[in-house]
C-alpha cells in the first residue's frame, strides 16, 4: 500500500531553534514535495526532491531513497515560519503526477 | 503573473444544488491539478489534466462529481447533486514541465471553501 507518514504531528519551538519535520514513504517514488500551508489557508510549493538536498534561504529539504526518509529542515526558526507542513510524494515511475500526500505537520514558532 | 486563480473563494449552497469551482492556470503551464482538503481525509487528489486531457480521475468520490477543461485557461469541477459531506476546501493547482521534462514545483491558487448545508 503507497502510504506517506509524517512526524511529529505538531511541533512548538522556541523563535531561533532549529527545526526538523521527517517524512517517511512506503515505496519506490520518483519525487517528494515539501508544501507549506499558512494559517489562511493558501499553500506553497517549496521544494521538488528525487534525491539529494536542496537549500532555500533558511530551508533545507534532504532525502535519502534507500531508507524512503525525507527531512525538513528550518534554521534559526521564526514566528513567521509557523505553518502546516505537508510531505506529498509521486509513487512509482516518472510519467505518474498522482501526488499522495502526509497528514502535515504543524509547527508554531512562539517569540 | 497573477497566479492560479479560482473563484469563488466561498460557496454555501443548500443540498441538492450544482455548485460549478472554477479555475485558471498559470499561462504556459501544462498540467493543471484540482485537490480536495477536509480535516478527516487532509489534501486528496482529484483529477488531473495534461495539456487539458483528463489523464487520472481516480480519484473523483463518485459520478456527482465532474471536470472538464476546455481550453488551456480554464477548467472547472462541477458537482451535481451536492451534499453535505462535499463541504470542503477545494484547491486547484498547475506545473510547468522543466526543459529536461522533469516536473517542476506546483503553484497553488487560493481554494475554494464549500459548505453545502
Known amino acids: 500500500k503507497n502510504e506517506v507518514e509524517q512526524s511529529p504531528q505538531n511541533l512548538t519551538a522556541q523563535e531561533g531553534e532549529f527545526i526538523t519535520i521527517n517524512c517517511s514513504y512506503s515505496v519506490g517514488i520518483s519525487a517528494l514535495h515539501w508544501l507549506q500551508q499558512h494559517p489562511g489557508g493558501g499553500i506553497v510549493s517549496l521544494f521538488m526532491?528525487?534525491?539529494g538536498k536542496k537549500k532555500h534561504g533558511r530551508l533545507i529539504a534532504t532525502i535519502n531513497i534507500q531508507e524512503k526518509h525525507s527531512s525538513l529542515h528550518i534554521t534559526a526558526s521564526h514566528p513567521r515560519d509557523s505553518a502546516v507542513y505537508i510531505c506529498?510524494?509521486?509513487?512509482?515511475?516518472?510519467?505518474?503526477?498522482?501526488?499522495?500526500f502526509g497528514t502535515g505537520t504543524r509547527l508554531t514558532i512562539i517569540p | 503573473d497573477a497566479g492560479v486563480i479560482q473563484s469563488p473563494r466561498h460557496e454555501v449552497t443548500e443540498m441538492g444544488q450544482e455548485v460549478t469551482l472554477r479555475c485558471k492556470p498559470i499561462?504556459?503551464?501544462?498540467?493543471l491539478f484540482w485537490y480536495r482538503q477536509t480535516m478527516m481525509r487532509g489534501l486528496e487528489l482529484l483529477i488531473y489534466f495534461n495539456n487539458n486531457v483528463p489523464i487520472d480521475d481516480s480519484g473523483m468520490p463518485e459520478d456527482r462529481f465532474s471536470a472538464k477543461m476546455p481550453n488551456a485557461s480554464f477548467s472547472t469541477l462541477k458537482i451535481q447533486p451536492s451534499e453535505p459531506r462535499d463541504s470542503a476546501v477545494y484547491f486547484c493547482?498547475?506545473?510547468?514541465?522543466?526543459?529536461?521534462?522533469?516536473?517542476?514545483?506546483?503553484?497553488f491558487g487560493s481554494g475554494t471553501r464549500l459548505t453545502v448545508v
Open positions: 493547482a498547475s506545473s510547468p514541465k522543466g526543459r529536461t521534462g522533469v516536473r517542476y514545483g506546483y503553484t
Open positions: 499561462s504556459g503551464h501544462d498540467y
Open positions: 506529498a510524494v509521486r509513487f512509482g515511475n516518472f510519467g505518474n503526477e498522482k501526488l499522495t
Open positions: 526532491l528525487s534525491s
